[in-house]
């Protein structure tokens, strides 16, 4: 199946066109309710604590931040990630142990250069994260899917992929996108052991971690797998994400590639933002702010549970997450989502139906639901369109 | 030679290590005279004037500019590159030939991902852009040096080379990195000409372009060659480096390539940086203060060539720039550059020797010398400083 005749790489052919960006466009009628997107809420962004950040960055060192600099970034704001590893979390995560990214999506990108030849194996969630997926794609892995439950990852399935050697294992473990559940405390000890002693990497790829409304945080790969674990962070769903700034930690033999491949892919990520982060950080309480977020997104997530209760037909399951930005929805066995999303449309509601989450499977009866952006009175309306919309189509009249 | 039991991919492996990264580490001492950079001249970035600029984006928009945004860049600074295309070059680009990316580094990154299999042949200029260098590395190909002089490529070993069927080939033909030298005209239209009716890409990295202090420019590969031609700007040398802001223009059928690699790569750059340099460009007279930046640096220019005139033994010949940030010295045929960077150091100058400019060769005799940003007393200090070097290690006496 090789195109000789393309001018083009093999690889870029293999990249599964964004789904998500052609939806979106569609959702820019503002009369459609969109529970489509991955964005976190715009009204909670800090813009006048990041404005006067950034007045005082001008004045305190706007030359050095506006001249070319390091590839592994601020120092000083990868001191406070460090700081804050150990303090909120117990990790002890070296300075020199952490990379300033262009967003997460970077260290994605970063991580299949580094590691991956083609049909090297890679596990991926089922459902999983789609920018992982369009990432990976770009080294021609072999992708090793493993489903994903209200309790974490099968590792049953797991322990058996296992054996074909995978160089890679991605995990979203807290808020998982799109499925919104997380990797229960024994779960997480189960993936650690199918691990431990080989060579695959896991990648903790942790945005949502810190959007928790209910239950207790577990452990971090980090923790329990710290010479197989990279992790990634970022800036994106706490403070704002148009500064495209995320973080990877990694062991010290694989930080030196990191930074190798980051330096011939953008040179360095701008010291500008970093610098403007670092300062609103350190002008501002975090903990409180992020505490803000919380509260709106988990009476949101609290509001689409409780409509989805009264106005979806039987039959209808949905994960209730602890956290993050987004649920799944299974539909009925004879109901295709992409079915609905065309007659959901008409009724002024979109969503994200499955089939871009998966790597091998389409035509699939479950979709995902965005609940960081839309206020709870919209939500209640969006779900009751939602609800009408399944029923029709699943032909119970409702 | 395939390291089949390393956990990494075969490309990292492939890629050179930053050698000017590590000089750049040495000439932190500032009683050295550093000629070894690749930096605008700090001095020279509108801090002020971009401060304003942010001010006004925070205030006119600053939720949207913080929000996730679309991959291909933000519009006005878009469309207002597009009319300066028009307007300064007589050139035709859409605007929805234009993406936006992370400086012109990254550019070179997608052009690799789109376009590069394993083996595929990249003409590359010699000696030649060492990020470029990086950059390709990663994408396993087989580098073809063609040699550049004062008047540009060498056509003859170019069209010989042709015969291999590159998919790309590589050019600065404005003040190159890192040689300082311009193709001809004339050379321009030999090289399109042994181009012409192929699928090889000619890549036409521009980021010096406005820099010219004497004499005429001359016609773009996108005017010679269209079909053919990629073209790379950046706004790092005439605003600041530090936003990493630089852009491709493609033809539309590359650009939908080179936007599905963006977004698997790092989403889109961020547009809170783009829009406060688009409000800059607005309220500013860009044309005058790229006049400041050629006064300086062509002063600074002639500063380095009459001491180099004056302190440099017989047998040193070097070019002579008509515009940009670099020149480039060849030493007599005995004298390593590596072995006088040893001597000058102690002596309290550095520069970057030709190795990493070359992809097959080491030892070579001959060196980049930056003259951006040194002013021109301390220029005469550290040329007679280097001079001495030269002659005490060709053994001249001097």
Chains 1, 2 share one sequence.
Not at 5 to 28: C, G, H, M, Q, Y
Not at 244 to 258: C, D, E, F, Q, S
């Amino acid at each position: 199946m090789k195109k000789q005749d393309s001018v083009f790489s093999d690889r870029i052919t293999d990249v599964p066109r964004s789904f998500i960006r052609e939806i979106l466009k569609v959702a820019l009628d503002p009369s459609v309710i969109s529970f489509a997107g991955g964005l976190p809420n715009r009204a909670l962004f800090p813009v006048e604590a990041l404005k006067e950040a950034t007045s005082k960055v001008f004045d305190a060192h706007g030359r050095d931040v506006l001249q070319y600099s390091n590839s592994e970034g601020y120092p000083e704001l990868r001191d406070y990630i460090s700081a804050r590893y150990r303090e909120k979390s117990n990790l002890d995560v070296p300075v020199e142990n952490i990379l300033i990214t262009s967003g997460s999506q970077q260290g994605l990108d970063l991580l299949g250069k580094i590691f991956l030849n083609d049909g090297d194996g890679v596990v991926i969630e089922e459902p999983g994260y789609l920018g992982a997926i369009q990432a990976f794609s770009l080294y021609k892995p072999e992708f090793l899917p493993v489903s994903v439950s209200s309790q974490g990852m099968d590792v049953e399935r797991l322990s058996s992929v296992m054996s074909k050697c995978p160089k890679l294992v991605y995990t979203v473990p807290n808020f998982q996108n799109p499925s919104g559940i997380s990797y229960t405390e024994q779960n997480r000890r189960d993936v650690s052991r199918a691990l431990e002693g080989t060579s695959t990497i896991l990648i903790e790829d942790n945005p949502y971690g810190d959007l928790r409304f209910t239950g207790e945080p577990h452990s971090s790969f980090k923790e329990l797998l710290p010479d197989n674990t990279v992790l990634l962070g970022s800036f994106s769903k706490c403070i704002v994400p148009g500064f495209r700034l995320g973080w990877i930690v990694a062991p010290t033999h694989i930080m030196k590639k990191l930074i190798t491949a980051k330096q011939a892919t953008d040179l360095h990520t701008t010291h500008f933002t970093q610098s403007i982060v670092y300062q609103y950080l350190r002008d501002n309480n975090i903990d409180e702010h992020i505490k803000t977020i919380i509260d709106v997104y988990g009476r949101q997530c609290q509001a689409m549970l409780s409509s989805m209760q009264k106005y979806f037909p039987p039959g209808v399951t949905y994960t209730e997450p602890e956290g993050g930005m987004f649920l799944w929805v299974e539909l009925p066995q004879n109901v295709v989502a992409l079915d609905l999303f065309e007659l959901a449309i008409k009724d002024k509601v979109v969503f994200v139906p499955g089939d871009p989450f998966y790597v091998n499977r389409t035509r699939t009866n479950d979709l995902r639901l965005n609940f960081s952006c839309v206020d709870e009175e919209t939500i209640v309306t969006g779900i009751q369109r939602l609800g009408n919309a399944i029923g029709k189509i699943a032909g119970t009249g409702a």
